[in-house]
């Protein structure tokens, strides 16, 4: 069963950066696409960029030229160093994978880190 904690969420001014991790158990976390998604109060869940199992990333336009991620293997974690925030990055960030290629787990569920810019 997938299980996703994330952390590293925060409050910082506009322009500042964050790094953010996504740490799976329960699953071939090596296997599997792992993907960022947030929420901001009152707007429907949205997907940020996406880590594939074959080293690639699938990059929103929101994220583009701003977020960056890396892996880590031995710690079954997915990081992800945001740059540049600005006031519309602030939300409810999520992980989700998909657990081996075969369904992914619930998107924008469970407890989510916070991120909150100011301008």
């Known amino acids: 069963e997938v299980h996703l904690m994330e952390s590293g969420g925060g409050s910082v001014q506009a322009g500042g950066s964050l790094r953010l991790s996504c740490t799976g158990t329960?699953?071939?976390?090596?296997?599997?696409?792992v993907a960022w998604y947030r929420q901001a109060a009152g707007t429907k869940c949205e997907l940020v960029l996406t880590?594939?199992?074959?080293?690639?990333?699938i990059y929103s336009d929101s994220a583009k030229g701003r977020f960056t991620v890396s892996r880590d293997a031995a710690k079954n974690t997915l990081y992800l160093q945001m740059n540049s925030l600005k006031p519309e990055d602030t939300g409810v960030y999520y992980c989700?994978?998909?657990?081996?290629?075969?369904?992914?787990?619930?998107?924008?569920w469970g407890q989510g880190t916070r991120v909150t810019v100011s301008s």
């Open positions: 989700a994978a998909d657990d081996g290629g075969l369904e992914w787990s619930p998107l924008c």
């Open positions: 880590s594939t199992s074959d080293g690639r990333t």
């Open positions: 329960g699953f071939a976390f090596d296997d599997s696409d």
